[in-house]
Nanobody, 122 residues
Framework: QVQLEESGGGLVQAGDSLRLSCVFG???????MGWIRQVPGKERELVGA????????YYPDSMKGRFTISRDNDKNTVDLQMNRLKPEDTAVYYC????????????????WGQGTQVTVSP
């Protein structure tokens, strides 16, 4: 069983930046990786996902511009840099892994982290 562990969440003010990190307990280079967020009572929302090599990253239109995913296959980590945060970005952010980018994009990754809470105050 592969484990993913997120860190870096917390309480910030609107306009601040925050960087989340995810450590992948396996050979990360063989997995597409992504970040998905969820607000209680609402559907999960893809933040973005990156292919195995990290040379290409997909963001939904609603996430373009303020969120950046990067991965370091040597360190088995994938990060999410969030800039100009807004109160509506408040959510639990999950790291996710799948053999294909498609599985992350459609919300069916093979592995999930436990999530890290991000709260953005007005």
């Amino acid at each position: 069983q592969v484990q993913l562990e997120e860190s870096g969440g917390g309480l910030v003010q609107a306009g601040d930046s925050l960087r989340l990190s995810c450590v992948f307990g396996g050979a990360i280079s063989t997995y597409a990786m992504g970040w998905i967020r969820q607000v209680p009572g609402k559907e999960r929302e893809l933040v973005g996902a990156t292919i195995r090599s990290g040379s290409s990253t997909y963001y939904p239109d609603s996430m373009k511009g303020r969120f950046t995913i990067s991965r370091d296959n040597d360190k088995n980590t994938v990060d999410l840099q969030m800039n100009r945060l807004k109160p509506e970005d408040t959510a639990v952010y999950y790291c996710a892994a799948a053999k294909s980018l498609h599985d992350i994009v459609v919300g069916t990754p093979e592995y999930w982290g436990q999530g890290t809470q991000v709260t953005v105050s007005p």
